[in-house]
Structure formats: structure tokens, C-alpha cells
């Protein structure tokens, strides 16, 4: 309930803003589908029997739900808690600190919703996932955002300057971004990499998201879904303890 | 008369970050429906005592009750009673004024009904209906403490704790959070402050703790210890050290004591007129020579051997 109070708190903010900084999240898909898939569509027809746009397309959906609630639980919630000083003001009321990193894991997890939503209803425009299968993309693009929320606010608990974000996002999203399967296949890969993939989060993601969009049901997609939700789950538990000790001591 | 329980109650009250002890076993008892004051210099240790007071910071050792809750077992039941001003403005910036107080209702589960009309009380009481719709932001230095303060009271609680309620803030500003402070007194809430300024302790609190490097140094009503600790009255000379001391030498008899600072003397006396007339008489040129009421100020001189600065 307490953490409830603290996404209420997030809505609330957001709604005064949300028509200013969604039509962003529309154009995006928008421009990577025209110029990587049509673009270089033009180029490469056919990846692992798929045309390229719908081969990129799932994978690029998972991507922008990745940035949109790491971008809330890193820099968002590091001005609050350092800068606005708003956090000072909710933790002297019953709200405890586990409750308000839980409150900001349900909101990082609401941002890569709406820009997973967002990106998702272009692709239906574009003709993409229109099947009934494509229902299973709704919770997977929660516990995504859900995921990458504690991956975000975990980081954001261990540093102290606003400007080690960079590390965290050109030398840990943007290869994230590069060498998960999106724009090629992994088996091209040689396999020590394809391993160190294995242990990344949004390398599961992507797979899951192709499956489910050209249906593709296997085996392997409930491993990937396993994968997810343990590391979620497990990582919810570290950040909670890392706010915790962040914020009572 | 057997006094009422304390609402808020420390034992041996102890707060250490590695070696350094910035709250070193302190006890105090603070009774209900009273303004109780900790007094002291910056790094004295109060502001700690507030944090651990409202859960956000943990005792090293030591108990602590609030409203009869222990501190470290029931936080939320204790932060329900408590309002904070924290010294530092943590107003939300990202919401207006009416809504810095409804979504801080949120966060005791008052409902919206509720939280509508006590919002709207504390608007009036803090005379602050032309900003209702205002960005925060817009606000000045004085309206914003007197926002925190009406957000700190949204949930009706027993304890208020302001933390430096006047620093930075103009005279008049200042004025106008006393006179809230002395209402909300008499409306039966507790107040519990922190300050560094002298004037502010003895206009408000019943009851002072002295603070120094994490210590209770003494505690007493401001008058008691103005009584207690110094003298009634002060004579304060400045000018050339050479003048001071040879007016210290010839009165030395004639006080109770001195203190001997970098720019100034002060002799304290329990009747200012037949000194102030005996060193005028002596013609000894100096830059001022002035009598005045003791103050707070004097005693955490005294007790503390050093000047406090801001």
C-alpha cells in the first residue's frame, strides 16, 4: 500500500506532463523502422527467413522498454533523492525506504510500459503481430520494465555523481543494445559471446518478443521466461536492501 | 503534582558513524502539549537527535520511545504521530502548492475527501489561498517554510518537529512562524525545534537542551537557565584591548564574572546601573559601553566557552 502512495505520487506528476513527452516515444519506433528496417531492408532482405523489419521490430520493442525505465530509475530517481530532496520529505511521513523503492520500481516499471505500448501500437500500423498469440506481449512488456527498473535503481543506489550514469549507459545499455540479438542473429556470434549473452537481461527479452510476434512457440521461450522473473525477482530483493541502507542510516 | 508521561523519551541515547559520536548518550524526557528546544552550534548533534526521533535515522545503542513506540521496531506507527519540517526545503517541486499537501495526504492514507478539507484548513490557517494553484517554485522563502509546515500538519499529529524553523528566513517571516508556532502550542500539539538562534529559543520553549559535540551540557526552562548559569544582567564594552583590560582590573570586585572574547568584554552583574555609571565615571575612552538583560546567548557562552556562529 505504501509503495502504491509513491506511484500515486509519480502519476500524479505525470499526468500534468505525459502529453508533452509522449509523442517522442511515438516517433521513435516510427524513424527505426523506416530507416533499419526499410533502409537497410533494402540491402538485407531476408534474416533467418524473416523479412528484416519483422526480424528487428521485436527486438527493438523490448530495446525501448530497456531505456524508458532504466532512464526513470537512474537519472529520475537521482534527482529526487539528491537534488530535489523529495525523498527526504516522503520518509519523514509512514513511508519507509523499501517502500518508496518499491513505489519507484512499479513507476519504472509503468515508464517502459507506456513506451513499450507506444512502440507496440506502431508496429501494429505497420501490420506486425496481428495474431492472437501477441496478447502473451502485454505482461512480457511489464515484467521487462520491471526487470530493468531494478537494474537501473540498482546502479543509482551504489553512486554517489550524477555523472557515472554515462558508464552505465554507454558501457552497459549500449552494448546491451548491440549484442543481444536485435539487429543480427546470435549463432553468427563466436560462442564465447554468445554465453556472455546468455547472462545479459535483454538477450532473453529479445528472444522471447520474436517468438512471440512471428510464433514461434518452443521450449526455449519458457527458459528465456525463467530467466527473467529469477533475475527480477532476485534483484528486487538486492535493490530494496541497497535503498535501504542508502536512505536509513 | 506527579508530571504526565513523556511523549517522547531517550535513554542513553546514542548515535556513532565509525569513531565519531555524533549523538553520545544523551537522555531527555519531553512532555506533552510543551515546546522543548535543542540549542546548539552546527555539528551539535541535534539535527541527529530529530532524524533518529522520526525513523530515518537508527540508533547505535540506546532506547527510544515516541508516543510510547520504540523507534527502531514500529516506524510507520511512529512517523503516523509525527509532523517534520526538515531544515532543508524538501518540498516537491515537480507539484503546486495545493497538491504538495493532497499528495502528502496520501502518503497516511487520508482519503480524498479528508484530505481535501484539512488542505484546504491549512491553506487559510498559513494564509497562503492566493498561491493555491501556484508552481512551488514561484513561492517566497517564507511561504515555502510556512508550506512545509502546513504539509507537515496535513495528518493532525501530536509532535511537531521543526528543524531550524527561522533560518534564512526574513524578520517579519520569522515573526509570522512564531506566532503560528504559539498557536499551534496552545491548539495542544507538541513542538519540538532545533535552532541556533537565542531569541527564537527563549520566545518559544518551554524547556531547553544545550547541545555540544553530541552532549546534554545542561537543561532548564530559559529562564532557569538564564538564573541558573549567569548572572541577571550584562555590561558590554568594546573597543582597544588595552582600555577592556584596564577596566576589568579596576571593576574586578564589583561582578560576578567576566568573559573576555576576541573583540569584546562582558562583565555580568546582578545590577547593571551602579557598574555602567562607574565605568563611565572612570573616563576610560572606549567604543561602546552598553547594559543589557542576559540572554541565551550568554549562558551557551559560558557553558561552552565559545561564540556562536551561524
Known sequence: ?249 | MEKPAAIIKAISLTKAYGALKAVNDVNFEIQPGTCFGFLGPNGAGKTTVMRMIYCVTPLTSGLLTVNGENVMENMSAVKRGIGVVTQDDSLDYDLNVINNLLVYARYYDLTRDQAVRRANELIEFFQLEEKRNENVRTLSGGMKRRLQIARALINKPSILILDEPSTGLDPQARHHVWAKCHELIEQGVTLLLTTHYMDEAEQLCDQIAVMDRGKIITEASPWDLIKSEVSPYVVEIRGEEKARQKILAAVSDRIDFHEALSDRLLLYTPDATPLHTHIQDMNIPVKTLLSRRSSLEDVFLKLTGRELID
Not at chain 1, 178 to 184: K, R, Y
Open chain 1, 1 to 249: 500500500m505504501a509503495a502504491l502512495r509513491v506511484w500515486q505520487r509519480n502519476a500524479t506528476v505525470y499526468k500534468r506532463t505525459w502529453k508533452l513527452n509522449i509523442l517522442p516515444n511515438f516517433f521513435e519506433p516510427f524513424l527505426y523502422l523506416l530507416g533499419m528496417g526499410l533502409g537497410l531492408g533494402a540491402y538485407i532482405t531476408e534474416m533467418e527467413g524473416l523479412p528484416y523489419i519483422n526480424f528487428i521490430a521485436p527486438g527493438l520493442l523490448i530495446s525501448s522498454i530497456m531505456w524508458g525505465a532504466t532512464l526513470e530509475t537512474t537519472y529520475n530517481v537521482f534527482v529526487k533523492m539528491n537534488f530535489d530532496r523529495i525523498y527526504d520529505g516522503i520518509l519523514s511521513t509512514p513511508i519507509n525506504p523499501k517502500d518508496l523503492a518499491l513505489g519507484e520500481l512499479f513507476w519504472g516499471a509503468t515508464r517502459g510500459t507506456i513506451y513499450g505500448g507506444a512502440f507496440l501500437s506502431i508496429l501494429f500500423i505497420f501490420g506486425m503481430g496481428l495474431h492472437w498469440g501477441i496478447l502473451l506481449i502485454f505482461p512480457l512488456i511489464f515484467i521487462i520494465g520491471f526487470m530493468f527498473a531494478t537494474i537501473g535503481l540498482l546502479f543509482t543506489s551504489m553512486i554517489k555523481e550524477i555523472e557515472l550514469f554515462n558508464y552505465f549507459f554507454t558501457l552497459f545499455l549500449t552494448p546491451l543494445f548491440l549484442f543481444s540479438g536485435i539487429f543480427f542473429p546470435m549463432g553468427q556470434l563466436p560462442q564465447a559471446v554468445q554465453i556472455i549473452a546468455w547472462f545479459t537481461p535483454l538477450y532473453h527479452g529479445v528472444e522471447l518478443s520474436r517468438g512471440i510476434f512471428n510464433q514461434v512457440w518452443s521450449v526455449e521461450l519458457l527458459e528465456h521466461l525463467v530467466w527473467i522473473i529469477a533475475v527480477t525477482f532476485l534483484n528486487t530483493m538486492v535493490v530494496l536492501r541497497a535503498i535501504h541502507k542508502r536512505l536509513y542510516n
